[in-house]
């Protein structure tokens, strides 16, 4: 059974830093695209970083570039999510996602965590 289970998160002050860990289970993990997504109260789910299944790129997103830091350990099937210099408008549910790199029209895998809280707030 396919398990991503969400870690690290919790209450920091403005310019902290937290480390979230997503630990995935029930799949080939080396072939999936992994990526952290959030959701503010009363606002869109957006992606924050996503880590490539193909390659070694990664991406993120506009308002935490150079501030997030997204990797991988395909050894111990776990994602991270370095945040750093943290801002009250990074409080949200942080959800991990894992989407299969090599999906068709016939075969599709996209697998999602539970979400966990993070609160940046003095």
């Known amino acids: 059974q396919v398990q991503l289970v969400e870690s690290g998160g919790g209450l920091v002050q403005p310019g902290g830093s937290l480390r979230l860990s997503c630990a995935a289970s029930?799949?080939?993990?080396?072939?999936?695209?992994m990526s952290w997504y959030r959701q503010a109260p009363g606002k869109e789910r957006e992606l924050v970083a996503v880590?490539?299944?193909?390659?070694?790129?990664?991406n993120t997103a506009d308002s935490v570039k150079g501030r997030f830091t997204i990797s991988r350990d395909n050894a111990k099937n776990t994602v991270y999510l370095q945040m750093d210099s943290l801002k009250s408008e990074d409080t949200a549910v942080y959800y991990c996602?894992?989407?299969?790199?090599?999906?068709?029209?016939?075969?599709?895998?996209?697998?999602w965590g539970q979400g966990i809280q993070v609160t940046v707030s003095s």
């Open positions: 996602n894992a989407r299969w790199e090599w999906a068709g029209p016939r075969t599709q895998r996209d697998y």
């Open positions: 029930g799949f080939t993990f080396s072939e999936y695209r």
């Open positions: 880590s490539s299944g193909v390659d070694n790129s990664t």
